[in-house]
């Protein structure tokens, strides 16, 4: 039984659901790509693929439109693969189960993967509409947009024939997006020592969870709460309070999503165990207090557990905690050209256990301005630099400069309103788009983002609002017929 029938407009929720049955992590995109191959199959449309595994789906002009310039609509193919931590489920082999809740659509504990697979069923929608009238349509579909941009990096000149280019990707109605910040990741190394843990101990576990999270791009203003940076602030105290020794610490995910949860082992004295377990609740109630309106899910919590063999070295764990201490997190510069847009921002993005020795420490940058991404970068470097970390920066991946003078702008802008009698927000985004390397491939491309509203991307709450997917529909087809 479909989990979404009755939903305008039926095609594209139909679409949007038989996707959902379909496994896509970033870097794992093969059988949403033999999907997206045997619908084209299916419905008697032109297909290729490119050598990284990007899909470019065509269809004709309608009737009396082949003289329209060559539309591409655009979306990527993966997902960012986030759930609960109690949540038991395998995002290479499981199908993500669509609920209607009220106003929206959401998934049971996991990311639902509205971003981007609305903006495939869009596409698909498109492609096998009979009665819209449009120029030629190119569907480009990318791989791996959340973890590397690597579809987009690799794509090549001439593997597109348009220029006019509808970005699917953006998750507020009422929006159009029509420049991007540009991204860099800093990872550290870290080395650590372990020694054996001391006699007369107590282990338990620390969890900082219930955090919203979310998009390390758009949210990143927001005042939510990062669990690494709420664990290392405990963790401080409790060191140099009760003696407490580390033995793991484990924090966040991916590095465009704002870590949710960390846990870390420690052991304490035994005399020390119920003072320890006083100051935990102490400062649950310190950081409830200070997140209430932000995160009012927010809970620090302990249990015990096995004590384990080995803890770090005070030396080892000292400067762990000043490294995470100091990394910042979090919005570094407002834009000083586009009202109440952030600038420069950094992410604390996850901490992880590589093998005995050694953590890996992700972070993230972002700017609209491609030197303070850099500077942005660098601050993170400093302070890895400084605890002994080895560092390495991603190749990053440039900003979308705006373009108000755009055509393609002026054709969504006068659609919008004259669909809903009311005038869009015409912006940059702080999230990264690939359509800033689309330009360095395909200089003459005029771009604009749109899309539905999409709340909670990144993390296990993401929903996207079945009001605004309608209109979404009919500004695309609009958009599309008033092309000439």
Sequence with gaps: MKKL???????????FEEICQVPRPSKKEEKIRKFLLEFAAANGLAAKTDSIG???????????????????????????????????????????VPVVDGEWVKADGTTLGADDGIGIAAQLAILTSKDISHGPIECLITVDEETGLSGAFALQPGFLTGKILLNLDSEDDGELFIGCAGGIDTLGTFTVEREKTPGKSFAMKIMVKGLMGGHSGDDIHKGRGNAIKILTRFLWQAVRQFGVR???????????????EATATVIVPNVQKEQLVAEINMFSADVEFECERTEPNLVVDQSSTVLPAKVLTQGSQQKLLNLLYACPHGVLEMSTRMNDMVETSTNLASVKTLDDTRLLITTSQRSEIESRKYYASEMVRSAFELAGAEVKTSDGY??????????????????????????????SIHAGLECGLFLEKYPELDMVSIGPTIKGAHSPDEKINIKTVDKFWKHLVDILENIS
């Excluded at 108000?404 to 809903?420: E, R, T």
Aim: proline share 8%; hydrophobic share 40%.
């Design 5 to 15: 029938e009755g939903l305008r407009p039926q095609p594209l929720w139909d679409y």
């Design 398 to 427: 440039p900003g979308w400069a705006p373009n108000p003078a755009s055509p393609i702008v002026k054709v969504a802008v006068d659609s919008y309103v004259k669909l809903f009698n009311e005038k869009p927000i015409v912006r």
């Design 54 to 96: 990007n899909v470019l789906i065509s269809k004709l002009a309608s009737q009396g439109k082949e003289h329209v310039p060559t539309v591409i609509l655009q979306s990527h193919m993966d997902m960012v693969c986030e759930k609960n931590s109690d949540k038991v489920f395998n995002f290479e082999t499981d199908a993500i």
């Design 246 to 260: 580390i033995a793991d610490f484990d924090g966040g995910n991916l590095r465009n999503a704002i870590a949710r």
